[in-house]
């Protein structure tokens, strides 16, 4: 659904101002008219070979959460399922702490999400569509801090938490992720294409403030931007590691922290370890099986990491 | 039209009548005044939170991390600081652990980000061209982007598990000896860099895909009129076509390779882990800034070698660009 409204609005009025050219939504997913070769058969057994390695690793640690440990450590491996998946995975949840680690992920990755798709439209729709001093470095600057590697600030971070009380608490993985700046250029590239001037000059004339132009206006344009940006910064949050391993522990953490502890422990169970992975992996797998389409093109809109 | 639209949209006073009651010129100025104040404020309000969020919990950490590296600091006693200038960086650079671990950094990252950005190049010709199953295939790529580095990196730790992990039984069928995937230091940086590889070759090759299809097709027909061959079309077409798309994943790979961290981490299993190894065979500059903040409670180390990290990055970008112009003085 999102391939056909985050794209391609070729018919989009002209703009009255000259714009930089958008790598973003117009092209997306454009099928091309002279692409005219069609893959022959090498090109599906390549294709083919490389869907096995992305899936394999992920099967396998189905097939090895659904055995038991002795089963595991046999030569050759297993290759098919056995019967213990749910017990495996009912372990997981109660003695591996998985349980409590996917609630505190989907609250962490929620929260982060919803803010980031909210301050995101915010901001794009200002850096698209309204006019002040500035604009343009202000734009460059949020590109910039792009190329800032968030580990660099651990250490002053982790000092600020534990002054505000935060160490081993969630808003101190929330607070620092609740904007994101691939959010915003996403958004303005986004709201650029998809938002006529029109719609906003008529907001103006009927004597709508910003706020509520923006309410009214810009945000059902933006939503289908909107369930990108919400999907790729969930799948983000949820895996980040750094971060939360180092300001979160044992009796509160993420999915990722927690799965450190399973493999990290004196009595290694293997199939145990792999239901947690399992455990930890499936919420996305499920959006990705689901909402596959729009996530693929999310990402080749707006070359989305986070 | 369009000029009235972008007074409005400055702000400009429309024009009104200039003899009204004094009640109503009064509310109409309030009016007036109110809607300029909108105008003009709005939009640093609308992008305030982002830049708010941003200078409290990133750019200032960054910069505090400076002075921070200047001071003694203990984990215990986060608020006693005491100034040792620059010793920190002295006792890092006499260190032979931040040597191996600067080592470590540079090798993992070139043998995990060099195949992983070719073989995406290759697998987005292929996902170009026409065919069945596109959707498939394009999502089939990105699950590894979809799995956590704690699933990748404990699914690959079975994997290349010493006794009776999956490849060293393939190793087996073939004749090869088991190889001690953990413990020796050039299998040890293989395996982390497969995981590296595999969770993000995918997710590079729809950028490039994205990019390739932006390509006008004018271009491919003029070539092949040339007479060039399809390896041909792929050099001198589709290659300098995506070239800064390229120049973008290899930007974003060479930052997540200086900041590598969880992979190496949990492939060493719980107590390795933070070494890197029993004989941090494979710690990166990520695991040390850890291993001197929370295992030796050393927070201006610590700040260091966050420091350090960053300093390499910038080297890494001045080394590409020198690179670059070399190439295109010798060509």
Do not use: C
């Not at chain 2, 702000?11 to 004094?22: L, N």
């Amino acid at each position: 659904m999102t391939t056909q409204s985050l794209p391609a609005r070729t018919d989009a009025p002209a703009r009255t101002e000259p714009e930089k050219p958008a790598r973003g939504g117009r092209r997306l997913l454009r099928e091309r008219a002279g692409r005219t070769h069609h893959a022959g058969p090498l090109a599906y057994i390549l294709l083919v070979i490389m869907a096995i390695l992305s899936i394999f690793p992920l099967y396998w640690t189905m097939v090895a959460a659904s055995t038991d440990n002795t089963r595991v450590s046999q030569t050759p491996p297993p290759f098919l399922p056995g019967p213990n998946l749910f017990s495996n995975l009912a372990r997981a949840w109660d003695e591996a702490a998985m349980g409590k680690a996917m609630i505190n992920s989907t609250i962490v990755a929620g929260v982060i999400a919803l803010s980031t798709v909210f301050f995101a439209t915010l901001a794009g729709f200002a850096f698209a569509k309204l006019r002040f001093k500035g604009r343009n470095v202000l734009l460059m600057l949020v590109i910039g801090t792009m190329m800032v590697p968030p580990q660099l600030g651990v250490v002053p971070l982790f000092m600020m938490m534990s002054e505000l009380g935060w160490s081993q608490q969630l808003p101190a993985v929330i607070f620092p992720t609740l904007v994101s700046a691939v959010g915003v250029f996403f958004m303005r590239q986004y709201l650029s294409e998809a938002l006529p001037d029109e719609l906003v000059e008529a907001g103006r004339v009927d004597g709508a403030h910003s706020l509520r132009i923006f309410w009214s206006i810009v945000l059902p344009v933006a939503r289908p931007a909107m369930a990108v940006i919400f999907m790729i910064t969930f799948v983000h949050a949820w895996n980040d590691f750094f971060w939360p391993f180092v300001v979160l522990d044992m009796t509160n953490p993420t999915v990722p922290v927690a799965l450190t502890q399973l493999s990290a422990g004196y009595v290694r169970d293997q199939s145990l370890i792999m239901a947690g992975a399992l455990l930890g992996t499936l919420p996305l797998l499920a959006m990705f099986i689901v909402f596959g389409r729009q996530i693929v093109s999310g990402i080749m809109a707006g070359a989305v990491k986070g | 039209m369009a000029t009235s639209t972008t007074k409005a949209l400055a702000g400009e006073e429309p024009p009104g009548p200039s003899r009204a009651g004094d009640g109503k010129e009064t509310s109409r100025r309030r009016g007036a005044w109110l809607h300029r104040l909108d105008v003009k404020g709005a939009p640093y309000a609308f992008i305030a939170p982002f830049f708010v969020v941003f200078a409290a919990f990133s750019f200032y950490p960054l910069v505090y991390t400076s002075w921070i590296s200047l001071h003694d600091v203990e984990l215990a006693t986060l608020d006693v600081m005491e100034w040792v200038a620059f010793d920190n960086y002295v006792e890092l650079w006499g260190d032979s652990r931040f040597w191996n671990a600067l080592q470590n950094t540079i090798t993992i990252g070139v043998i995990s980000t060099v195949p992983q950005l070719l073989m995406a190049l290759g697998i987005a010709h292929l996902l170009n061209y026409r065919m069945r199953a596109s959707l498939f295939f394009r999502v089939a790529s990105l699950v590894p982007y979809a799995t956590s580095v704690g699933a990748a990196a404990l699914v690959f730790t079975m994997i290349f598990e010493r006794d009776f992990g999956m490849i060293n039984w393939g190793l087996g069928l073939v004749g090869i000896d088991p190889v001690n995937w953990e413990a020796d230091k050039w299998p040890a940086q293989a395996a982390i860099s497969t995981i590296v590889i595999w969770r993000w070759t995918g997710y590079n090759a729809l950028l490039y895909l994205a990019a390739m299809q932006a390509i006008p097709a004018d271009r491919y027909e003029a070539a092949s009129l040339d007479g060039a061959s399809r390896w041909q079309q792929f050099r001198h077409v589709t290659v300098p076509g995506i070239r800064s798309t390229i120049v973008f994943t290899i930007v974003l790979s060479t930052i997540g390779a200086t900041q590598l961290f969880g992979e190496p981490l949990i492939f060493g299993q719980g107590p390795n882990g933070v070494t890197g190894g029993a004989n941090n065979q494979y710690q990166t500059l990520g695991l040390l800034l850890y291993e001197e903040g929370w295992k030796n409670y050393q927070m201006g180390r610590s700040a260091t070698v966050a420091w350090a990290m960053f300093m390499v990055l910038v080297l890494a970008f001045v080394a590409q660009r020198l690179i670059k112009r070399l190439r295109s003085r010798t060509s």
